[in-house]
């Protein structure tokens, strides 16, 4: 570990992608859900197609077009708007409902609760997520993601990358930028979390979009740490 | 557990005096760091007179006199106006924040870590305190408080007990105000939070204060709950 990531204290998460497995769960969870009730779709596309609009939802809102909206109401939106795509026009708002929520029902990557919890021993450890707070929470009760506890962005309403989401984690916790370290598998959001002052650590989820995966394979930049999962990361930090 | 408490998703903790011994805490810590430092003082007179000073501090800020502001800062300027009275007047300014976050530093009733760790297993847990962030992430740590997120009144701008406190819980976690329930040592804080149509738990401190204790022997009404301790909580709850 290098001398000046000594002063760290707060790690901070990025969560879809780098610590769950979205695009695996919602298949997995959906497929399920759908042979018990008879009801057949590309779940696996559906993932995808949805986190395609993450984004520009967002913008919506990071733009002030829109109002401050919970990640839950644009993935409901989102949804909403994928139906037809899905030939899932016929289904009944509870299970419209129930489909929303596979997003509260990720599974961690087989290698983030045995690291997380390592290098909660010495860190303060929590999302900084987009997530809403109740999502985060019941993903963190499904998946047992050991957080202390919750920094999502709706407790600062500004959604990541805005500066106002990696600052506010530093100010909540009393440290100075510096002090906090990003830990993402994307290279956006670390420069972001950089370009404030925080420190940065990166592993990559090479199969998080699957065969539809076009960036993030390796480290863009020369982040403070470069580990292989989080596992890995929690060896170079505590060791 | 009677029917009505079955759609409880979400509990909620008081912490100062309720999970935690501040007054036990604090005139362990100090009295050590005294001896250390060859500081004498009466360690325990200030602690119960520095919370003396907690709930007229809050009221400053509940009632708009004074914008929000940390409990940390409150803590700081009461300790800064306890000092001529308990001889501390000649300590450096280092001192003077060791001693501010003695806060930080609290340790569980015995009861507390088992009982919380065995509600975890049903049930999102959280601290709702006039805490700060920064003081309930460095006292989870201090103590090993398992929670799963954090509901700092910070986050709400708005100390207990204010309704915005207890109602921006169920918001946070999008449920009903009656699926959450604050667990409590003190009468007036569950009193408030009933108020707001939450469910209530109860379990007595008679030594919070030491011999200067005058309330909160017993439950004063028909809480939902009422337990002798945490660990009691945990099996009246999950039984």
Redesign the interface.
């Known amino acids: 570990m290098s001398a000046d990531l000594s002063a760290v204290k707060v790690l901070v998460f990025d969560v879809f992608g780098s610590v769950v497995d979205w695009r695996g769960s919602i298949e997995r969870d959906l497929s399920a859900w759908g042979k018990t009730n008879h009801i057949q779709a590309d779940w696996g596309g559906l993932a995808l197609a949805w986190r395609s609009l993450y984004q520009p939802k967002m913008q919506q809102v990071r733009s002030g077009q829109r109002p401050w909206t919970l990640l839950?109401d644009l993935h409901r939106e989102s949804l909403e708007e994928l139906l037809p795509k899905f030939g899932l026009t016929t289904l009944a708002p509870d299970d419209l409902d129930h489909i929303n929520r596979v997003w509260h029902r990720l599974d961690a990557w087989p290698d983030a609760i045995a690291g997380l919890t390592r290098l909660k021993s010495k860190y303060?450890i929590g999302p900084l997520s987009n997530g809403?707070?109740?999502l985060?929470?019941?993903m963190?009760?499904h998946a047992g993601l050991p957080?202390?506890?919750?920094f999502s962005t709706?407790?600062f309403k500004a959604y990541k990358p805005m500066p106002a989401a990696y600052l506010g984690v530093a100010q909540?916790?009393?440290?100075k930028p510096s002090e906090v370290m990003l830990c993402a598998a994307h290279n956006d959001d670390l420069k972001a979390a950089r370009a404030q002052g925080l420190k940065t650590a990166f592993w990559p989820r090479p199969t998080e979009y699957g065969s539809a995966q076009t960036k993030d394979f390796k480290a863009e930049e020369s982040w403070d740490i470069v580990a292989t999962d989080i596992r890995d990361l929690a060896h170079q930090l505590l060791n």
């Open positions: 839950d303060v809403n707070i109740a985060l929470a019941n963190a009760k957080w202390d506890l919750s709706e407790w909540a916790m009393n440290v």
